[in-house]
């Protein structure tokens, strides 16, 4: 029925940073993926099918591939990065709806507070901004 999602628990607050944390790392999956498509063209059909995970091990796989520099060092450590996001994200994606302090939260062994989704999602962006970075420069000028 229209707005019987408005039955189920959840502070509007709450909700948006958790919307936020989402929207985020989704931003940071793509300009992974993004990057996989700058270093192996024609590879984003099949990236796009990947889990996050999927898309950082491709990413890893690619970056390793290419020649050693400077550059390629940073990206496979933003690579990394974005690696150890994937698995953040999924305490969030797939967290286990729980009431703290009387409140309805998700938790993933830890609760998800409104700051720590906060932070998380900062740590998300500051990753999809390196990962940006790479992506609009030095990766533009790749064979």
């Known amino acids: 029925m229209k707005g019987d999602r408005l ?8 909700l948006v940073e958790i919307g936020t944390a989402t929207w985020v790392f989704a931003i940071l999956e793509w ?12 590879c984003l059909p099949e990236v796009a099918e990947r889990t996050a995970g999927g898309v950082a091990r491709k990413l890893l796989q ?28 999924n305490g969030i994606m797939h967290g286990r709806p729980c009431t703290h302090e009387k409140k309805a939260r998700l938790s993933d062994g830890d609760i998800w507070t409104p700051e720590r989704l906060q932070d998380t999602a900062d740590d998300f962006s500051e990753c999809s901004s390196r990962l940006s970075a790479h992506l609009h420069g030095w990766l533009v000028a790749l064979p």
Do not use: H, K, M
Request: hydrophobic share 40%; with cysteine.
């Open 7 to 14: 039955r189920q628990p959840g502070e509007p607050d709450y």
């Open 62 to 89: 690619l970056a390793e591939a290419l020649p050693a520099s400077d550059e390629r060092d940073a990206l496979i450590a933003d690579a990394e990065r974005f690696r150890e996001l994937t698995i953040v994200r």
């Open 31 to 42: 300009n992974a993926a993004w990057c996989c498509e700058r270093i192996q063209p024609n």
